[in-house]
C-alpha cells in the first residue's frame, strides 16, 4: 500500500539536508511512495519578499532578491553535484527564468494570482534538486507536477481543492514501477493550469490530500522535532510529547494555534482513516506521535496554545441596543470579509467581543468599518492563552498575577486573554 512522506522547508535547507534526506529514504525501500516537499528553508518569505519588490516597482531590489534565490539554489546544486552539476543547474537557471518572466507578465494583475504564479516556484525549484538528488544518488524517481495533480478552483492563496477532479488524476498515476515519486507541496492549478496556493504551510495539506485520493497506508510528516507535544517545547518549559491522538483532538488542537501541522490536514485523513505520523528527521529510532482513530489517550495531559500579537476588539451597538443576532451576523460578516480569524468570540446583551490576529493590512480595514456603525474599542499587545484538558486548579494557576480581559469556556477547553507585558518568555504548566 502507498506511504506518502512530507518534508518541510528545514529539512532540505540546504545540501547536507538534502543528503540526509537521500540517506533516510534509502532506509525505506517499500514503495509506491510518494515524497511531497516543501520549499528549501525559508525560500517562500523570500519569494514574498520578491512579489513585493516586483509590484513595489523597485526593479534594483528585485533584481538583488532574485539573484540572491537563484544564487543560494544554485550553491546547492553545486555543493551537492560537483563537477556533474551542470543539467540540473541547468533546469534551475531555467526556472529562475521562467519565474522572472512570470513577474514581468503578471505584475499588473490582482495580487493573488500573481502571488501564486510566482511563489509556486519555491517547491519547483526544490523537487527539481531533490529528485536529481535522489536519483543521483541510485533511488529510482519520478519528478511529478503537482499543478497537474491536485485541481483546485481560482481562489489564489487559499484554493479549495476539486476533489473529483483530483482523485482522478492522482488515481492515474502508475505508481507499481518501483520508483518513488517526488512531488511538490502547497501548490495546484486551476483546471485551465493557473498555478494556485492552498495556504501558507500548506505542504501537509498536500500529502493528506494524495493519501486521501490513493487511500494510502499512512502519511509520515518528517520534522526537526521529536513529535506532537502538549504544548510549543521552545515555549512551555515542561512540554511532553504525545504519543498517540484522536483525529479530534489534532484538529482541536490545530485550530488553536498549535504550529505542529496544518488545520486542514486532518479531514482528508479522518475521512479515510489514514493514521498521520509525526517523526524526526534527525532521529529515527525516536517513535514520534500518531494521529489517528484511538482517542483512548486524549486528554491524558493538559494541553496549551499560546497566540501572540492579539488585539481584543469590543464592539457595541451606539445607542445602547441589544447585541442581537443580527448585529453579530452583521459584524462577523465583515470579520469574514476582512479575512480575519477570530480565536475567540463572546457576546454579551450589548456588546460582542472578537480577539483576532494583529494583522495590520486587515485589521486596520475592518476596524473603519465597524467604527462606522458601531462604538468600538481595541487593546492591542494580547496573549491568548487556549487550554484543553485543565481543571480549575491548573487555569487558576496559570491565571495568577495576570489580568483577565476576555474569557471563554466550555467542557474542555478554556480560553484567556492576557496583556503580552504578563506574559513569562517562557511558560510553565503547573502540575
Ligand atoms: N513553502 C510553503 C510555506 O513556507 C509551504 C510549506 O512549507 O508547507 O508556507
Ligand atoms: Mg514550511
Redesign the pocket.
Known sequence: MTQVFKF??ASIRDAAAIRHLGDLLARFPARPLIVVV??MG????ALEALLAAARGDDPADYRERLETLRREHLATVEALFGASAGPVAQRVEALITELDRRHRRHARRERPFHYDQT?CF??LLSTTIVAAWLEDTGLASEWRDARELIVTDGTHQAANVNWSATAERVRGLDLDDGRLRVTQ??IGATPEGDAT??????????AAILAHCLAAEAVTIWKDVPGLFNADPRRVDNAVQLETISYGEAIALAWHGAKVI?PKTLAPLQQRAIPLKVRSFQDLAASGSTIGDDARRDGEVPALMLCEAQTLLEVRPRDFAFMDEARQHDILGRLVAAGLHAGLIDAGATRLSLCLDSHPERLEPLVASLSSNYAVTRRDDLTLLTVRHGDDALLRALGEGRDCLAERRNADTAQRLFPASQCPATWHVPT
Open positions: 518541510g522547508g516543501s520549499a525559508k525560500t517562500t518569505d511563489v519555491g517547491e507541496g502547497f496556493t492552498l495556504g501558507r504551510e500548506g505542504s501537509d495539506y498536500s496544518h
